[in-house]
């Protein structure tokens, strides 16, 4: 079976956790490592023993030697890079936030289905071992009927700042970020991997901490939003609340609940969910007291992949069973997840978001076309 061939745009989070992830997959080999610089690119090449450095990203698109490219870069800079890579007949890992706005999303959504080409998005918390459970559970009736549930991502980034914090520019506006473009597409995608199609919701976006000051006394003005609460009603009838910011002073991390008629559980992490740090609790009526659950092995030491959960770096695990279908699905052996159709509904969410909070009122996604 051929070798698939891979190209990473970005030596940063590319090379420190997209690359390990994509090694861990059998039948792909990464030859390539694009940065904007000739020097950069060629020093990157020789230190993660990749063969061939880009700082041309539409010249990496081109290599017809190239199947899939991974693009990890800026939401506004990577727009052009996934639209060259999907032009010249590539498949497609993007980052996250899917796009910088809501026009581009579906340029590159629609580009994607005239493309016929396999196209995932890096929302990896699926593939959790802890939530891949959860959606067991779900799927076996443990829960019952759905009824409700809170999910929250607070995570404390830019209160104590560090200068060498690679995502201090997260403070400009107009790149396509924000605690709810980026975090909340994360938390988003696993709740309708978990729930399901969003009927309505209401949703408030601001911005809470209006000063960025640095340990040298330097203060920035952030132009971004960071906190963001949204009430969802999904298609099934639950509803839940999700809450989002950067800026949570003194981070509770990751929690996700849901309850139904017959029972409820609870993930959480300290921080960003990872495969080794996020637990779940559960508990039905009638049954054992709200506890711990054991994850099965199944679940840990993935066999499909040459990682488990312990590996590191610990988000590479997730990756590597996201990259893994992908590459399954380019054989032609099922579909991919999250591919870019869902991608575009978490985009149609977050724009109902941006509706309601600048309108203050419920939005409905029947009205996001």
Known sequence: MKTLKVGIISANWGAFAHLPGWRAVPGVEV???CTSKRETAEAAAARLRIERPYWDAEAMAADPDIDI???GTRPNIRHAMVLAALRNGKHVYNGIP?????????ELRNAWKASGKVAVVDAFSQWLPAHRLAKEMIEDGSLGE????TCILNISLFNQLNPHFPYNWFWQGGLGVSALRNLGSHALHMLLFLFGDIEELVAIDRQLLKEWRFPDGTLIKPQTKDFANLLLRFKSGMTLQLQVSWNATLTPGWTLEAFGSKGRFVARAPTFPTSRD???????LGGAAFDKVSIPERLLKTPEVQMNS????????PMALAMHRMVEAIRGNGAAAP???QAWIVECVLEAARRSSDQRRWVPLDEIA
């Open 339 to 341: 591919d870019f159709d």
């Open 146 to 149: 759905l009824f409700g549930g």
């Open 310 to 317: 312990e590996s590191e770096p610990n988000a590479s695990h």
């Open 31 to 33: 030859v390539g490592i």
């Open 69 to 71: 490219v991974d693009c």
């Open 278 to 284: 996020t637990t779940l609790h559960a508990g039905t």
């Open 98 to 106: 899917f796009a910088a706005d809501f026009e581009r999303a579906r």
